[in-house]
């Protein structure tokens, strides 16, 4: 008895800690979307919650055969009110609990928050499949604004959104892209949303200096040498290219006049670029331009000629193929404020260094924000290093991770996790991919969104553009996004349409991997509070679409998504096939995912302010 006494005290205080938050913030409350209200409301008290460890507590209700909170997020308050029921009706007490009473307080209790949730993401997303509650979208590959069929097979595929990356391409490619699924949309008679993702202020590395135009293509052979799978190579008119319907090893510029003249079948002999001879097979043909297979390594050049019955040709120039530097463990790189320039670093005859590597960053602005000792992170951090000094238009930083070397090429990201940057959320780049998004998409994705100020420039950009009918997803990647969280779910919720993506590339490399479960854990748990849709992202099912053959672990984490409203795929060769894994995965893990009871510890990002001009909620 003694247990039921100190239990019902300790939730009773914990009550009244929570209808306190809740009447102290009630103004703010009132401005936000009526549809959000009570969320807010709920997320409020799960935060008063979520500062306190309750983790013995829980241990003695579950001893008690009763609630132990673990799966409340939801609808905190109203299970936490029907705990103390249950514990006074124990304690034999026909009197209410003492404090403020529960029912003054707009409380959903389980049913209610599940239709909460469902509202608002049916809102963003549209209604679901029958069969699954989970949502696919898929990120648009370039060339999917010249392939119809490849949209139109995602579509039937029960794909429920797309993915624009704003960050590529442009407005004729993106609307082309828009224009092939609304066409699918009809065909089909399904529905799908267009979600445009704002590049946002990334740090990216620079362009590293030409190497020579060269393209090698390489068949696939066994253990014996046996080729198993012929290098593919796209030839296209160089007059009007176009790109690969589908993955190539080689694409090759030629005169529109001899490729109109081949046919299937035809045998092209040429010497490489080393001088061995080799020959490609025509194996199809289309508007575009011609597939042809090689069984032997080659390698082309700009103006080596090729013979065919149709005559001879030679192939037109063509860029150089992206060049890579190659860094060590220990090895010092030089990161300036240059956009162009990158080089592998220079030594002597003996092996003797002249000039370490050197790259630019596409936002040098962030150079006034850092200082030395922080770390700095490549390419999703597949390479990492500490600032050693600070000079004038440069970082010297000391490669301290390239785990037995690393290439590291142009237009990979670059994070500080440790330097407060104060670049701006929105760029020049976004407004104007804004302005698109408001005339034709559903969605529009804020990338890098860190503080309550950067989502309230969003939602008057969208005012003024009149788009305030544009649902809107906060992506979730950064060290104070994250940290920031409630008051950026509170900001949003001023809007009907509202989302939440966990970026998990970029945050695992603000926070470490070794962090990334916990933070997508306290991700979902503070969504599902504030009954805000989740977007499940990042290399889910990648080794499925892009080489065609999953991981155990990547099934894992794919079915894992479940517990998200969406889940997002990366573009790839396979998409197709990722999305009818995907979609497998999540209808049959659909009974499976409320089968957890989680442990309420203190959790600290509830601490911190959620109203940017108050020190407390």
């Known amino acids: 008895m003694r247990d039921v006494s100190s239990t019902l005290k300790y939730l009773g205080t914990l009550r009244e800690e929570m209808l306190d938050s809740i009447a102290g913030s009630q103004s703010r409350l009132d401005s936000l979307d009526p549809s959000y209200r009570d969320s ?181 052979r066994n253990a014996l040498g046996q080729v198993v799978e012929p290098a593919r190579i796209w030839l296209t008119d160089s007059a009007r290219p176009a790109p690969p319907p589908s993955a190539a090893d080689a694409a090759l510029p030629v005169d529109g006049d001899w490729l109109a003249r081949l046919e299937d079948g035809e045998c092209i002999r040429f010497k490489d670029a080393r001088d ?86 596409t936002l040098p602005e962030v150079f006034a924000d850092v200082r030395t000792g922080e770390l700095v992170w490549f390419d999703d951090g597949k390479i990492g290093g500490v600032i050693e000094s600070i000079e004038p238009h440069t970082l010297k930083v000391r490669i301290t991770h390239a785990p037995g070397g690393a290439n590291l090429q142009s237009d990979k990201g670059i994070n500080f996790p440790q330097s407060e940057l104060s670049v701006g959320a929105l760029g020049p780049q976004d407004l104007e991919a804004l302005a698109f998004a408001a005339k034709h998409a559903d969605v529009v994705e804020m990338s890098f969104v860190n503080t309550a100020a950067d989502v309230h420039g969003l939602l008057a950009e969208l005012e003024r ?32 349409r509202f989302g939440v993506m966990i970026a998990r590339g970029d945050l695992a490399v603000e926070e470490g991997f070794e962090r990334m479960a916990e933070l997508q854990e306290e991700i979902l748990c503070l969504c599902e509070a504030a009954h805000v849709p989740v977007i499940w992202a990042t290399q889910v099912l990648e080794s499925l679409a892009k080489k065609g053959a999953p991981s155990r672990a990547e099934i894992t984490d794919a079915a894992t998504g479940v517990r998200a409203d969406c889940v997002m795929l990366n573009k790839g060769p396979h998409i197709l096939k990722a999305v009818a894994t995907l979609n497998d995965l999540l209808t049959r893990m659909r009974a499976h995912h409320d089968k957890k009871r989680q442990m309420l510890r203190r959790l600290a990002v509830a601490s911190h302010p959620v109203f940017e001009d108050e020190g407390d909620v």
Not at 466 to 494: N, Y
């Open 40 to 220: 807010a409301r709920n997320l409020l008290a799960y935060l008063t919650l979520r500062r306190h460890d309750i983790r013995p507590v829980q241990m003695r209700l579950a001893d008690m055969g009763l609630s132990s909170l673990g799966r409340s997020e939801a609808h905190i308050l109203s299970s936490v009110t029907a705990v103390i029921d249950v514990l006074e009706r124990l304690q034999g007490s026909a009197a209410a609990s003492s404090g403020a009473d529960a029912s003054d307080v707009e409380a959903p209790d389980l049913k209610r928050s599940r239709e909460l949730l469902d509202a608002h993401a049916q809102a963003l997303f549209g209604s679901p499949p029958d069969d699954r509650d989970v949502r696919i979208m898929v990120t648009m590959p370039s060339e999917a604004a010249d392939n119809y069929s490849l949209i139109r097979d995602l579509v039937a595929a029960n794909m429920d959104a797309i993915r624009i990356n704003c960050a590529h391409d442009g407005p004729d490619v993106w609307l082309r892209m828009i224009e092939h699924l609304r066409r699918a949309e009809k065909e089909l008679g399904r529905s799908c949303k267009v979600m445009m993702d704002l590049a946002g202020p990334k740090l990216r590395t620079g362009a590293i200096e030409a190497g020579p135009a060269v393209i090698k293509a390489k068949p696939v």
């Open 276 to 361: 061995s001879r080799r020959q490609m097979t025509v194996i199809e043909r289309n508007e575009q331009g011609c597939w042809a297979q090689a069984d032997k390594t080659a390698y082309f050049v700009p103006g080596l000629k090729l013979k065919a019955q149709a005559g001879s040709t030679s192939i037109a120039s063509f860029p150089a193929a992206p060049q890579k530097i190659r860094l060590q463990e220990d090895d010092l790189l030089l990161l300036t404020d240059r956009p162009d320039g990158g080089r592998g670093a220079t030594f002597d005859s003996v092996g003797k260094l002249l000039s370490p590597a050197s790259i630019g960053c």
């Open 465 to 496: 553009l009149g788009a305030e009918r544009l649902g809107v997803v906060l992506k979730i990647e950064t060290r104070k996004g994250f940290e920031c969280l409630p008051a950026l779910l509170l900001e949003g919720m001023r809007r009907p």
